[in-house]
Nanobody
Framework: QVQFVESGGGLVQPGGSLRLSCAVSGFSFSTSDMSWYRRAPGKERELVGGLSGDGYGRNWADSVKGRFTFSRDDTKNIFYLDMNNLKPEDTAVYYC???????????WGPGTQVTVSS
């Protein structure tokens, strides 16, 4: 059974940083493309960015380029999103899934809330 469990969200001031974690189970994480998504209030879920399984390919939404980075721990099956210079428009619930440009699985985790506000 594919499972995603996101954590690490919280309230942060503009310009601050957060690290989100996504614990993965139920498929071969170490060889899988992975991606982060977010859903802001009143909006559709959107792709934040994707990381290829070999770690060399990355894609980013224009709105986060240069501020967000990926990393992964294949020994623990955890996928990370490091967010820097956060802006109020980054406020959203963040989710992860497998896939590079789009989610591979229909199942989603609970997400983690990120609120950027002074």
């Amino acid at each position: 059974q594919v499972q995603f469990v996101e954590s690490g969200g919280g309230l942060v001031q503009p310009g601050g940083s957060l690290r989100l974690s996504c614990a993965v189970s139920g498929f071969s994480f170490s060889t899988s493309d992975m991606s982060w998504y977010r859903r802001a209030p009143g909006k559709e879920r959107e792709l934040v960015g994707g990381l290829s399984g070999d770690g060399y390919g990355r894609n980013w939404a224009d709105s986060v380029k240069g501020r967000f980075t990926f990393s992964r721990d294949d020994t623990k099956n955890i996928f990370y999103l490091d967010m820097n210079n956060l802006k109020p428009e980054d406020t959203a619930v963040y989710y992860c899934n497998a896939g590079y440009w789009s989610p591979k699985f229909d199942s989603w985790g609970p997400g983690t809330q990120v609120t950027v506000s002074s």
